[in-house]
């Protein structure tokens, strides 16, 4: 019998997708269900991107585009990171994706061989192990409060092997909330040099961060030759159905990646491409106010949370909050099955998210006040009861 790839053996499918679909069916019977298990902004894409999608439309910019992505754009790209992420970058550093999660992809893919690992901060975001493992290498799972607690650099010394070939730094960080501090980001690079490894910076939350500073640590001296930087229109500018971000990195990166965003897309949607555009022109004050509508949202959950007698820190970005269940039961898929049958609260279980993710669940807030509100109330009539 014919038989998948060997390489996808130990590939898993999201077990976010069976908790939507659950919702969806508790919808569909006509129940009220509080959505905290999502990922997405509640913003809608500023109009006057919808508007040069319109724009690009009627003006046939319907045609094939370079496979990298469209000049004006990539120029436009290379600007914004020098601005605002310090980072070095000229046009032909710069890719357009279909997608953060499609410039990791195509950034691990270029990287790995069978046999390499990568330092992995844990609980992670769950594609990213799916995607190594899914180019034949290894994650190696780092603590991620552990490492904190203990120093990086000691904390990644302990978990790397002889095979460590990259480290995936995720910051503002999903599940947790963590905010890697200036002096954490120093602590990975000088890391990255002393053991020529190449970092994989994943910053889908730049424009998500409440309580310090968003550092690139491709800015750090030294590391815009060693690091692939990916972003995405997702996150900032309410546009996850685009499917539109890029990566930054220099050569011989830059050519693996090339090759991969050809044969995997053949570029991105043209249409897409040119509203991006428009979106990079939005000022940052209209960002920072989007932000500070999140950091209110991240107040009252929290808050409510720790009332309700569920253990929450103050995540210092992103948009999602990850309090400690283990009081209501060790297993935090239990939890979840618990709080969504019975107060028809949707939450992520933290073991999902590796690990070092279990005894917390994930609580996005990335939702209207009202919502969070009921549903905290929700949360709360079922613990007391
Ligand atoms: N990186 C992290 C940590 C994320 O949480 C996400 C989305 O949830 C992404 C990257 C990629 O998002 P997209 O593929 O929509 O750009």
Not at 182 to 206: P, T
Not at 261 to 276: D, H, I, K, M, P
Not at 301 to 327: H, M, Q, R, S, W
Not at 351 to 373: C, D, L, S, T, W
Request: aromatic fraction near 8%; hydrophobic fraction near 40%; charged fraction near 25%.
């Amino acid at each position: 019998s014919i038989q998948l790839a060997k390489r996808l053996d130990e590939v898993g499918f999201s077990d976010i997708v069976q908790i939507r679909n659950k919702v969806l069916e508790l919808r569909a019977s006509g129940q009220t269900v509080h959505a905290f298990h999502g990922g997405e902004p509640f913003f809608d894409t500023p109009e006057t991107v919808k508007y040069a999608m319109m724009k690009a439309l009627v003006e046939n910019k319907t045609r094939y585009a370079p496979s990298s992505g469209i000049e004006p754009l990539r120029e436009a790209i290379a600007k914004k990171l020098q601005m605002k992420n310090h980072i070095d970058a000229k046009t032909d550093d710069v890719i357009v994706t279909a997608g953060g999660a499609h410039a990791l992809f195509v950034a691990f893919q270029a990287l790995l061989n069978p046999g390499d690992d990568v330092l992995l901060f844990s609980p992670y975001w769950t594609p990213i192990r799916d995607m190594i493992t899914g180019a034949e290498a290894r994650a190696l799972l780092v603590p991620t409060g552990p490492a904190r607690r203990n120093g990086l650099t000691k904390t990644l010394e302990e978990f790397s092997t002889p095979h460590t070939k990259a480290i995936y730094y995720n910051t503002p960080q999903n599940p947790s909330g963590t905010v890697f501090t200036r002096s954490e980001a120093e602590e990975v690079a000088a890391f990255a040099k002393k053991r020529d490894l190449v970092v994989i910076a994943d910053e889908a939350y730049e424009d998500l961060v409440y309580d310090g500073d968003h550092v690139s640590i491709a800015s750090l001296p030294g590391m815009a030759e060693r690091t692939i930087s990916t972003y995405t229109f997702s996150k900032t500018y309410g546009m996850t159905g685009w499917r539109i971000g890029y990566a930054v990195a220099r050569e011989p990166f830059m050519s693996g990646l090339r090759k991969l965003v050809l044969y995997s897309v053949n570029g991105v949607s043209t249409l897409t491409q040119w509203a991006a555009l428009e979106a990079l022109s939005i000022p940052q004050s209209a960002i920072d106010a989007r932000r500070d509508e999140y950091r209110m949202r991240r107040d009252i959950l929290v808050e409510g949370l720790n009332d309700a007698g569920l253990k929450c820190e103050i995540p210092a970005g992103a948009f999602y909050a990850f309090p400690e269940v283990t009081n209501l039961n060790k297993d935090s898929r239990k939890v979840a099955s618990m709080l969504l049958d019975k107060a028809h609260v949707a939450t992520i279980p933290g073991v999902v998210f590796g690990a070092q993710g279990e005894g917390h669940v994930r609580f996005g807030y990335a939702m209207p006040k009202e919502a969070i509100v009921t549903g905290l109330s929700a949360v709360k009539a079922y613990l007391k009861s």
